[in-house]
C-alpha cells in the first residue's frame, strides 16, 4: 500500500480532468470519489501504463460530469425523484453505446462541437482574463486608473503632475488616489555585481490601495515623501530571494540604485508586484507646483473607488474637474479628456472611448462568437433528427408501454450531452492553448508589461470559463436532443403506432422539405461570406514590407532616472548626442523615431468636404514620426512635400498621407490641401472640438499585398519631435544585413554616449514581420476551422435528411419497378424530387449570401457572387450523391423483397 501511494503521487491524474471533476462534484462526496479516483488512476498507471491510466480517467470524468449535469437538469425540471439515480446512470449507458454505434454521426457532430465551442471558449476566456481580469487584490474590482486623453495626438497624454495634484486632493469618488512612473535603474547589491532593472516610483498611496502588508518591515508610507527624507527601498519577494539571498536581516541594509544609496526598509510577500509587475518600490517625489502644465514624468495615475461610488459617478466628477481644468488652462487641458478606467486597461493598451460602449461592445463580441456554437448546433440537430425520425417506431413503442414524453425526452437529450460532453471538454482543452499563447503574443506587444506578465495574468482554467464552456455544452444538447425529440414525440405518435402493423410507410411530410431547403440554403448563404471574412482576416499575411525588414532593428528609448526638470527636459537634451553618436557607426544608414512603437492606433476618420463623420466606415492608422522616418523606410513622395522642422510646432497641424489613403479614403481624388480629423470616441461635452489636420503631402505605402492591395491600410503620420517626449521607439537601418550581436554594440554605443539612457531589448524587423504574420496565419486556421466544421456539419446534414427521404421511398421504388418503370425513370423521378429541394435552398441561400455581404460591407478583394456558385455546386453534389446511392441501393433489391421489407 504504502508503494502504490507512493506511486499516486509520481503520477497523478491529469490535472485539467481532476479539476473538471471537482468543480462538478457534489461538495460532500467531492473529496472521496476524487481520492478513490485518483488512487485507480495510479493503479491502473502501475499495472498498465500512464496512458492507458489517463484514458480511464478521462472516461471516468466524462461519465461522472455527464451524470451529475444530468440529475441537476432533471432536477431542474421536477423529473420523478425515485427512479432519478437508476434512470440516470441507465440513460448514461445507452447514450455511450449510441456513440458507438453511430461512428460516423459521433465523429462529424464530435468535430464540429469542439472546433465551435474551443474558438468560443477561447475567445471568452482570453477577453476576461485580459480585458476584463480579476485583480488579486482586497475588493480589486474597485481599483481604477484615472488619465487624460489627447483629443489632438489620439493617445494617452500622462504628463499630468498637475492634474494629478487636483484630483489627488479634491476628488471624493475615488480616494486615496496615487501615481507611479517606471524608472529604469541599475541595481548594485555587492561590487562588481550591477543589472539593470525597473523600479515603480510610486506614491505611498499605492500600497494603501493595495492593502497587502510587509512580509518584513515595512512599505512605504507619506512621511517617506517628504523633502529632505532619506531615500528608501521595498523589495518584493522574488528580488529578496534572488537579489538577496532570502536574507531575513535585509531591512536595513544600503545598496546602490543609479550612484544613489537607498536603506531596505521592507519586503513585500510573494505574488505582490503592484502596480504592474514589479520588484522595487522608491517614493515618487515631485512638486506639481514647481512644474509647468504639461511638463513632468509620464504618470501612471490611480485609486480606489470611494465607499458608494461607483465608476459612473467617479466619471461624471472627473469630467467636471476636467471642464474645469480646460477653462482655467486652455492652452495645456483644452485639448484634454480625463476618463476613468477599468485598472488593468491602460497597461493593456486600451484607453478613452465610452467605458459601457467599450464594455457592450465586448459583451456583444462575447455573444456573436458564441453564435458559432448555435450555428454548430443546429448543423448536429439536423443530423441527429435524421438519426431521430428513423427511431420513431421505437418511440412508439416505448410510448406504447407506458413511458411519458417527459421521459422519452429526457432520454434523448441525455444521448445529445452525452454527444456533446467530450467535444466540450476537448474544446476547453484547444481554449487554454489558445489563451497561453494569445498572452504571450499580448506580452510581447504591450508597451508596459516588460518581461514579466502583469500580477493579474491569468492563464489557468477559470471557473467562469468551465462554467461557459458547460453551460455551451447544455446548450448544445437542448438544440440536438431537446428540439428533435419534441418533434418526434408529437401528437402523431398514435398514427406511429397504427403505421408499425401497417403496409405504408411513415409519412415525411413538410417539415423534411422545409430541413432539406434550409440546410442547404443554410449553407449557401453562411459559407461565401464566411469564406470572405476569413480571407479578409488572414490576407494580411501575405503583406510584404517594400524597405528591407532586414536591415532594421528597433527598440524602447528612455531614461534609467529622473533627472532635475523632469525626465522629458534630460531625454531632449541628450536625444541629439545619441543619434550623432550612432550614425559615426559605419554600419549604420541611419536612425529615427517612433511615438508609439510597433502599435498602430485606428481611428476613423473624417474629411472635410468630403465625408461626414456619419460617412465614416473604415478605420485610418496614425503614427507620430520623426521627420527622417519616411525617408530612412524608403517611402517614396507622390504628391506634395515630406515634414520639415517648422511643422514640429504645435500650431501647423499638418500630416502625410499614404497612397491607400488616397486611394480608399478619397476615392483618388487629389489629398492636397484637404484636412482630416479623427471622430473616433468623441463626445458631445468635450471642452474642445476634435482639431483639423491639413494634408501636405502623399507618400507610397510602406507594404505591398500582391493577393489584395486594399489590405494595405490608410495611413496618417504626424511630425513627431523626440525631444519633446520622455520614451520612444528608436529604429535603426543598417548598411546591410543586422549583424548577429548588433543590439548589444548599439547598446554600448548609448551607455558610452550617456549612462543614464536606457535601451531596451533590440528586436529585428524580419524577427517582428515574421511573428505580425504567425498572428495572422493563426487567426486565419481558426477561421478554416471554422468554415471547415460549417462546411462539414452542412454537407453530412444534407446527406443524412436525403438519404433517409429516399430509404423511405424503397416502398415506392419497389413499387414503380414492379409495374414495369426502368431504372432511368425510377432515377429521374427521384432526382427530380431531389433536385428541387436543393435548388430552392441554393437560390434561397444565394440571395440571403449577397444580402449578409452587402450588410457586412467588408472588402476583401473577393466577391460573393464568385463564392456563391462554388458552394452551391458543392451542396448540390452532396444533394445529388445523397439520393443516388440509397437510390442505387434501392434498385439493387428485388421489388418483392422490398415491398415485404416494409
Known amino acids: 500500500m504504502i508503494t502504490l501511494y507512493a506511486f499516486a503521487a509520481m503520477t497523478p491524474p491529469p490535472r485539467l480532468a481532476r479539476r473538471l471533476l471537482r468543480a462538478f462534484l457534489p461538495a460532500d462526496i467531492r473529496d472521496s470519489i476524487d481520492g478513490d479516483l485518483a488512487e485507480l488512476h495510479a493503479t491502473h498507471a502501475g499495472l498498465r501504463g500512464r496512458l492507458y491510466a489517463a484514458l480511464w480517467y478521462w472516461g471516468e470524468v466524462v461519465s461522472f460530469v455527464a451524470r451529475f449535469a444530468f440529475d441537476r437538469v432533471r432536477r431542474g425540471a421536477r423529473a420523478v425523484a425515485s427512479s432519478r439515480d437508476a434512470a440516470s446512470s441507465l440513460e448514461v449507458r445507452l447514450s455511450a453505446r449510441l456513440l458507438v454505434k453511430y461512428p460516423g454521426l459521433t465523429l462529424i457532430a464530435g468535430f464540429g462541437i469542439a472546433a465551435a465551442i474551443g474558438i468560443s471558449a477561447g475567445f471568452f476566456a482570453f477577453i476576461t482574463a485580459n480585458f476584463r481580469p480579476t485583480i488579486p487584490l482586497d475588493e480589486g474590482d474597485r481599483i481604477v486608473a484615472l488619465e487624460n486623453s489627447n483629443l489632438l495626438t489620439r493617445q494617452p497624454d500622462r504628463r499630468a503632475a498637475g492634474d494629478f495634484a487636483t484630483w489627488r486632493h479634491e476628488m471624493k469618488t475615488v480616494v486615496d488616489v496615487g501615481a507611479f512612473w517606471d524608472a529604469p535603474a541599475t541595481l548594485q547589491t555587492a561590487p562588481g555585481t550591477v543589472e539593470d532593472i525597473t523600479v515603480a516610483s510610486m506614491t505611498a498611496s499605492g500600497f494603501r490601495v493595495a492593502r497587502v502588508g510587509a512580509l518584513l518591515g515595512r512599505y512605504l508610507v507619506p512621511d517617506d515623501e517628504r523633502p529632505g527624507a532619506p531615500p528608501v527601498l521595498v523589495i518584493g519577494y522574488d528580488a529578496w530571494r534572488t537579489h538577496f539571498a532570502g536574507d531575513s536581516s535585509v531591512v536595513g541594509r544600503h545598496v546602490r540604485l543609479s550612484e544613489r544609496l537607498f536603506t531596505v526598509v521592507g519586503v513585500m510577500p510573494a505574488g505582490f508586484a503592484f502596480p504592474v509587475n514589479h520588484q522595487y518600490w522608491t517614493t515618487l517625489r515631485f512638486d506639481p507646483s514647481s512644474m509647468a502644465r504639461g511638463t513632468g514624468p509620464e504618470l501612471y495615475v490611480f485609486g480606489r473607488l470611494a465607499p458608494g461610488a461607483t465608476m459612473q459617478s467617479a466619471a461624471t466628477e472627473l469630467a467636471a474637474l476636467g471642464r474645469r481644468a480646460a477653462a482655467a488652462f486652455p492652452e495645456t487641458n483644452g485639448h484634454l479628456r480625463p476618463t476613468v478606467l477599468a485598472y488593468a486597461l491602460p497597461f493593456m493598451g486600451i484607453q478613452a472611448a465610452d467605458g459601457g460602449a467599450r464594455d457592450g461592445f465586448m459583451w456583444g463580441m462575447i455573444f456573436t462568437i458564441s453564435l458559432v456554437v448555435v450555428v454548430a448546433a443546429f448543423n448536429v440537430a439536423v443530423l441527429v433528427y435524421a438519426r431521430t425520425a428513423m427511431r420513431r417506431a421505437e418511440i412508439a413503442v416505448r410510448t406504447a408501454l407506458g413511458a411519458s414524453r417527459r421521459r422519452i425526452v429526457a432520454q434523448l437529450f441525455v444521448e445529445a450531452l452525452a454527444l456533446s460532453l467530450p467535444p466540450a471538454v476537448f474544446g476547453l482543452g484547444l481554449a487554454q492553448y489558445g489563451l497561453r499563447l494569445g498572452n504571450r503574443l499580448l506580452q510581447e506587444g504591450s508597451s508596459v508589461v516588460g518581461d514579466r506578465a502583469p500580477f493579474w495574468s491569468d492563464a489557468s482554467l477559470r471557473p467562469a470559463t468551465a462554467a461557459y464552456v458547460l453551460g455551451l455544452a447544455l446548450v448544445v444538447a437542448t438544440i ?214 491639413e494634408i501636405v503631402g502623399v507618400v507610397e505605402d510602406l507594404r505591398r499585398n500582391s493577393i489584395d492591395p486594399n489590405d ?56 517582428s514581420d515574421a511573428e505580425s504574420r504567425m498572428v495572422l496565419q493563426i487567426v486565419g486556421m481558426m477561421m478554416l476551422l471554422i468554415l471547415g466544421a460549417v462546411l462539414l456539419l452542412s454537407a453530412a446534414g444534407v446527406y443524412a435528411l436525403m438519404s433517409f427521404t429516399v430509404m423511405q421511398r424503397r416502398r415506392e421504388i419497389g413499387i414503380r419497378t414492379a409495374l414495369g418503370a426502368s431504372h432511368r425513370q425510377v432515377l429521374i423521378k427521384v432526382f427530380s424530387r431531389t433536385a428541387w429541394q436543393v435548388g430552392a435552398g441554393v437560390a434561397l441561400g444565394a440571395v440571403a449570401a449577397l444580402v449578409i455581404d452587402s450588410a457586412a460591407d467588408v472588402d476583401a478583394g473577393v466577391p460573393s457572387i464568385v463564392l456563391v456558385p462554388i458552394v452551391a455546386i458543392i451542396m448540390i453534389a452532396v444533394g445529388l450523391g445523397a439520393a443516388y446511392l440509397p437510390t442505387r441501393r434501392g434498385l439493387s433489391i428485388e421489388p418483392v423483397e422490398a415491398l415485404r421489407s416494409e
Open 712 to 767: 494595405v491600410a490608410p495611413m496618417v503620420y504626424h511630425p513627431l519631435a523626440p525631444e519633446r517626449l520622455s520614451a520612444v521607439t528608436m529604429a535603426i537601418r543598417t548598411k546591410g544585413v543586422v549583424p548577429p550581436a548588433f543590439g548589444v554594440a548599439v547598446g554600448e554605443t548609448i551607455a558610452k554616449t550617456d549612462p543614464n539612457l536606457r535601451l531596451g531589448t533590440m528586436r529585428a524587423g524580419a524577427a
Open 480 to 693: 440536438v436532443g431537446v428540439l428533435p425529440a419534441l418533434q418526434a414525440t408529437g401528437r402523431h405518435i398514435e398514427s406511429d403506432l397504427r403505421q408499425l402493423s401497417g403496409a405504408a410507410a411513415m409519412p415525411l411530410g413538410k417539415l423534411w422539405t422545409l430541413l432539406i431547403v434550409a440546410q442547404v440554403a443554410f449553407a449557401v448563404a453562411i459559407l461565401p461570406p464566411a469564406l470572405k471574412d476569413g480571407f479578409h482576416e488572414s490576407r494580411g499575411a501575405f503583406n510584404r514590407p517594400i524597405y528591407p525588414a532586414q536591415n532594421f532593428m528597433s527598440g524602447s528609448l528612455r531614461m534609467r532616472s529622473p533627472a532635475r526638470g523632469g525626465p522629458r527636459a534630460a531625454f531632449g537634451a541628450r536625444i541629439g548626442d545619441v543619434v550623432r553618436g550612432l550614425r559615426a557607426n559605419p554600419s549604420i544608414a541611419g536612425v529615427t523615431f517612433v511615438a508609439n512603437g510597433p502599435v498602430v492606433e485606428r481611428h476613423r476618420t473624417e474629411v472635410e468636404g468630403l465625408m461626414t463623420s456619419a460617412d465614416v466606415d473604415l478605420l485610418v492608422g496614425d503614427l507620430a514620426v520623426d521627420t527622417s522616418y519616411l525617408d530612412l523606410y524608403g517611402a517614396r513622395l507622390l504628391a506634395g512635400r515630406r515634414f520639415v522642422s517648422s511643422d514640429l510646432a504645435d500650431s501647423a497641424r499638418v500630416v502625410v498621407v499614404n497612397r491607400s489613403f488616397v486611394r480608399r479614403m478619397l476615392g483618388g481624388r487629389s489629398a492636397l490641401g484637404r484636412r482630416l480629423r479623427y471622430v473616433t470616441g468623441v463626445v458631445s461635452d468635450t471642452a474642445a472640438p476634435p482639431p483639423w489636420f
